[in-house]
């Protein structure tokens, strides 16, 4: 490769020993399970470390692929509980995940299991599966045409109440109400004539309670209630009025947890890199 030099750094004095010593040895172990087009870009990643610089430790487990995502945050739920006992604080943890997706399930699933959280990213209520899924219902009743707030409702229904549902595709190829059947199909009516009956807080409450949502605590959505209640306080009832009122500025709404206070950290391993 053009200006291209490869270049070693054998020292590493930053991080805990402990570390080093694993990254040696699992390096070195998949240097030897490569190709020899491969192996040569770890065979040489052996650092030294501060033998002084004490104090690390590295666990790896392997979990059941079935229900993956809830062994992943129970296993996670388990270890900071270790941690406490230990003798850590929660403001000692920082959990690395892959997107904003993983980080905002991962914040959600602790808040609702009574350990605070710190994320500047993973706490933005866009990022909450149950705000989008009120969302699209509120656009469903404002615009019955879009097709893609109906294909987005049915898709969350059956990822989180109706997973045995087989027969997605005769509904999204059903006209004209495609959500409308869905919800007629499991016993969920929901009339767009009566709904205009509400103001905006109190239909988002109706639907909160509608479609289960409420039946555990969930702080993205008691956020998103005072954000409905903010807008329509000093604005109007229009859903349309408020959608484009969101669209506008909810890339800054978030939870908001006071700085300083005891919390586990949830962060993307793309923001853990400047640290």
Sequence with gaps: MRNHKDENLTQNYRSKAEIVDFNNQFFNFVANELTDRFSPIYSELKQEFDPKNTGGGVSIEFLEPDDYNVNTKLKIKETIEQCLADGYQYSDITILTRS??????????????????????????????????????????????????????????????????????????????????????HQLTLS????????????????????????????????????????ATKNDNSILNFMEWWDSKSNKFSVVIPSGINAVQVMTIHKSKGL
Excluded: M
């Design 192 to 231: 767009k004539a009566s709904a205009t009956r509400f103001s905006l807080y109190e239909l988002t409450e109706y639907l909160i309670e509608h479609f289960d949502l409420g039946k555990n605590v969930n702080i993205f959505i008691q956020f998103f209630l005072d954000k409905i209640h903010e807008y």
């Design 100 to 185: 904003n997706d993983n980080a905002s399930a991962i914040a959600s699933f602790l808040l609702e299991n009574n350990i605070q959280v710190v994320s500047s990213e993973s706490l933005l209520l866009n990022n909450s599966n149950e705000v989008k899924f009120l969302l699209s219902l509120l656009k469903y009743i404002a615009n019955p045409t879009d097709l893609a707030n109906h294909l987005f409702a049915i898709n969350y229904l059956i990822s989180t109440r109706f997973t045995t549902e087989e027969n997605i595709d005769y509904f999204i190829h059903k006209a004209p109400d495609v959500l409308g059947d869905f919800l007629k199909k």
